[in-house]
């Protein structure tokens, strides 16, 4: 019973998908083979037709072949169908193999008339308008196998450096970055109602809580606060999850839902090695994707002008020197003196004042012509959970945390990471400083009151990785159904 039930679960439940099959063809060439997929593209001649068929799993589509054109009579572009055929040699140019169609079906059918999703060029804005169906272009399905394949690049890296993936809460009762962009969730039963007689959820007679948790409830927009809980009894963990932003920005950066990958470990009383472990799995990632199809299919259309650009992001993957590390004080000081010589900031740079997108990517474009790690901002302009530097870091005693922003080309900000403050009295003194409640962070403060040690983390936005080594422009075009302030069609 064990042996058959063994052999029952180990045998294949799929038939193989069309990158399965060009990748291992089967080692009979008469045999026969099923493929499932849409219709891309249809030719048909006298005596022989052509369709393109994707089912989605690699950026080449199979090529079908009907000497039998009656076959193709009722295929049109987006239909669904089923093919069976033998897998040749190809003796045209564009592809190894192809099929030679013996049966072909209709699963679903799809007129060409009326069709959204015509083969000539589609406009970003009509693509997001259509969403739902962008997913069967070329560009977005690139895109999101990418985000697939770095997704398992970054589970390789963090299980081979010994991390633990833990999934946090999405609903949370903080914010964990202080700024107040949150969004407040509440059971649908509490929102006001058209309907007069509707009763009321919150309190009552009988004493039920105004809010379903008891208290304010968000959706979260890290979930750092939480890793750090756990990192204090499994020393390092990391998740990526999707985090939440009420900003109304309407940038090329910014999203309202979006996925993030945190990191958070014990034992690390070093900002050298947070930074050593981000370029680590960024390293890793683009090393991952040298030569992957996907990129090639989003990078060609953008033209040869941006071959550099690519092979550049290839060369950081072995680099032979860390990546370029500065203080925020030299970073201030390298800006003043471009702004002095030649005006270029619509914001004058200033110790003390947050760095604005243009100073970022003027930073990593024009000065570094690289990564950079931009590191010990001014505690003023940073949360409260960021360890206080001593005098030596500049300035005195709590001018500036131990933390960093890593600036890239063509995005600005990238990954931003500190560590994080353990000295129970200084992170008392911090949230007190923060205008922030002690009973609120009771449990926060308690991780340092029982066995506290020394740690930190950092936060990477996915969608922003995603548009770095695509070259997508914008990260609207990074996710599968983007939402921000004033569109959410889905």
Known sequence: MLARRFLSSAAPSLSPTIRQLLVSPPKTPATTIQVNGWVKS????KKVAFAVISDGSSEPGLQAVFTDVALAKHLTNGASVRLRGTLADSPGAGQAKELQVSEAEVLGECDPEVYPMQKQALTLEYLRDHCHLRARTREIAAMLRLRDSTTRSIHDYFHNNGFVHVHTPIITSNDCEGAGETFRIAPSSDLPSSTPSAP?????????PSEYFNNPAYLTVSSQLHL?????????????????????????RHLAEFWMLEAEWAFTSSLTELCNVVEGVLRHIL???SASPDMDALWRPRGPDLD??????NALADAPHPWTRMPYTQAVAVLAAHHARTGAFVYAPEWGKSLQSEHERWLAEEHVRGPVFVTDYPASLKPFYMRANDAAAGGGEGATVACFDLLVPGVGELVGGSLREERLGLLEAAIDRHGLSREDYAWYLDLRRYGGAPHGGFGLGFERLISWISGIESVRECIAMPRWAGRMLL
């Open 200 to 208: 009321s959820t919150s309190a009552s007679s009988e004493g039920t």
């Open 308 to 313: 550099d650009k690519r092979a550049a992001l």
């Open 287 to 289: 090393r991952a994707h």
């Open 42 to 45: 249809v030719r048909r001649q």
């Open 228 to 252: 750090e809980a756990v990192a204090a009894a499994l020393s390092r963990v990391y998740t990526l999850s999707p985090c939440f932003r009420a900003e109304r920005s309407q940038t090329s």
